[in-house]
């Protein structure tokens, strides 16, 4: 990795009428990273990929892909870019090597340079013997990686994801994640949006939060989970109203808050050494403590302590296929 930027975003800010779904974001994505934009549905990560990949006009802000100007040299960023939309945009009736080698023209390549680039992709997302199937009759890991193959036809500097996981299953996600890291060891930049915790956990060297339209948080994985405290613990009492207030100000935690049926605290320091007394606290003040669970700072803990709640099911859920494009 390089210190040589590939986004550079200033500023950027999206409304919809009245309603601003993207308020005032900035950062950077360097050259030869994977970076996570993760937020809960309507947090505004489509809103700002779409604006990077010129889909949305700008409206306020600055933002240079690979050194260009959005609004200035847009045709230059669109030649630098590679697309993964959320939903399967791929021609049912055409064979796969048809589609990457249909796209190829589209963008003007000529034939040798297409034909070696179809096969180098093929190769890449395993699908060589695929070659001649219909679209029809893959299966949909299949189909995101022969989008993932199109959208790197034009060898782009930076590959563009929005969502790419959503709606396939654990086994077939963590396969995309194989392919996704070896398009990166070939030096594409990659900018993924997703709602998944561990998909941003296990894949990017950066991570973005982003909430109500604003970056709550930004960092690699390790410091956004060590930034938050030694341990955290979850702790479910006969009163939590009662507990969260008895532990209030007790040496060693950082933060506790209820979360629906428990008690959420992080430790500065060691959770082990910790938990004895806040156990002969929570005793002193007769509640009687029901379970006890103490672990390591995980994602969904990050994003608990920034924004207040967590990334539940009911927020993330993979949407009815819903058009993207704004
Ligand atoms: N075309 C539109 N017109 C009006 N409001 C919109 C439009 N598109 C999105 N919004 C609103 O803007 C906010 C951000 O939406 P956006 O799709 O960017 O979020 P997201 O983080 O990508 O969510 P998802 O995970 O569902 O893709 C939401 O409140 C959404 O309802």
Do not use: C
């Not at 955290?232 to 008895?246: G, H, Q």
């Not at 050494?273 to 005793?283: F, M, N, V």
């Not at 993330?316 to 494009?325: D, G, H, V, Y």
Request: proline share 4%; glycine share 8%; no cysteine.
């Amino acid at each position: 990795m390089t210190e040589e930027k590939m986004i550079e975003i200033s500023n950027l800010y999206h409304s919809y009428g009245d309603f601003e779904a993207v308020k005032g974001i900035s950062f950077d994505v360097r050259k030869g990273e994977i970076f996570s934009f993760l937020g809960p549905n309507g947090a505004g990560k489509s809103t700002a990929i779409n604006v990077l990949i010129t889909l949305l006009k700008l409206q306020k802000g600055e933002v240079k892909i690979a050194g260009y100007d959005l609004t200035k040299e847009p045709s230059k960023v669109r030649e630098s870019i590679g697309i993964v939309f959320q939903e399967i945009t791929l021609d049912r009736d055409m064979t796969v090597e048809e589609t990457l080698q249909f796209h190829g023209r589209l963008y003007s390549m000529p034939g040798g340079l297409r034909k070696q680039r179809t096969d180098e992709l093929l190769e890449l997302v395993e699908l060589k013997d695929k070659r001649k199937a219909l679209i029809k009759e893959l299966s949909g890991g299949m189909k995101r990686r022969l989008e993932i193959a199109r959208g790197l036809m034009t060898r782009p500097k930076v590959l563009f994801l929005d969502e790419p996981t959503i709606g396939l299953d654990p086994q077939t996600r963590m396969k995309m994640w194989e392919y996704l890291r070896a398009v990166n060891k070939q030096g594409t930049t990659i900018f993924l949006t997703t709602h998944y915790m561990d998909e941003a956990d296990t894949l990017s060297d950066r991570i973005g939060i982003i909430d109500h339209g604003k970056i709550i948080a930004m960092g690699t994985p390790e410091s956004l989970k060590n930034g938050l405290g030694e341990d955290v613990i979850y702790i479910t009492t006969s009163d939590n109203e009662k507990a969260i207030l008895s532990i209030k100000g007790f040496p060693g935690i950082k933060e506790s808050k209820k979360k629906d049926r428990e008690i959420f605290v992080i430790a500065k320091e060691d959770g082990t050494k910790l938990l004895p007394h806040l156990i002969h606290r929570l005793e002193e003040e007769n509640i009687d403590v029901l379970s006890v669970n103490l672990k390591k700072p995980s994602m969904d803990d990050v994003f608990m302590h920034y924004t207040g709640r967590e990334l539940r099911d009911e927020d993330a859920s993979p949407q009815p296929f819903s058009p993207r494009r704004k």
